[in-house]
């Protein structure tokens, strides 16, 4: 028995290491944006590589958005904090415009909370602040919470009449 509790453990720590690598914790949370996004009946799509601004295309049967998916679990003046900016080597940070993404989808991971931000709800911030648990008397983005329903609506790329297909 007191072997096992052993190896027990042995899994335990390991686990919790590969959670202390921020990448690791990240793709965690790109996996359960796939699981979620799928489940609310979306269509979810992930580019081939690592190289665009964007971490899925989700289609909602009319438009296809470009969704970056953060996530945090770290709690600062009350609330988790997010950076808006990607980096490119050789560069300094860049914040995400219209031209890189349609939303920002947030993923707090102690609460398994999700913010949905269309890109003008945040841009050009570099850093934003989410209180799921209270704290701020004006929460910015709360309205955001769990807004997948934002991700339903109009065309960004208009179907072809159907003479010139």
């Known amino acids: 028995m007191g072997d096992e509790a052993e190896d027990l453990d042995m899994v335990r720590a390991a686990a919790e290491r590969?959670?202390?690598?921020t990448k690791r914790?990240?793709?965690?949370?790109?996996?359960?944006?796939?699981?979620?996004?799928?489940?609310?009946?979306?269509?979810?799509?992930?580019?081939?590589?690592?190289?665009?601004?964007?971490?899925?295309?989700?289609?909602?049967?009319e438009r296809l958005w470009r969704v970056q998916v953060k996530c945090t679990e770290v709690v600062r003046a009350r609330g988790y904090d997010v950076q808006s900016s990607y980096g490119i080597y050789g560069k300094?940070?860049?914040?995400?415009?219209?031209?890189?993404i349609d939303a920002l989808v947030v993923h707090?991971?102690?609460?398994?909370?999700?913010?949905?931000?269309?890109i003008d709800a945040f841009?050009?911030?570099?850093?934003?602040?989410?209180?799921?648990?209270?704290?701020?008397?004006?929460?910015?983005?709360?309205?955001y919470r769990e807004a997948w329903d934002l991700m339903r609506g109009g065309p960004i790329f208009l179907p072809l009449p159907a003479e010139s297909r």
């Open 18 to 21: 590969r959670l202390r690598n």
């Open 25 to 61: 914790r990240g793709e965690l949370s790109e996996a359960a944006f796939l699981l979620k996004a799928s489940s609310l009946g979306f269509c979810v799509t992930r580019p081939w590589g690592d190289s665009e601004r964007y971490d899925f295309i989700l289609d909602n049967g």
């Open 92 to 100: 300094r940070k860049m914040v995400y415009t219209a031209r890189d």
């Open 108 to 118: 707090i991971r102690p609460l398994d909370v999700w913010y949905v931000l269309p």
């Open 123 to 143: 841009a050009p911030c570099r850093s934003l602040r989410f209180y799921p648990q209270g704290g701020c008397r004006r929460p910015r983005f709360e309205k």
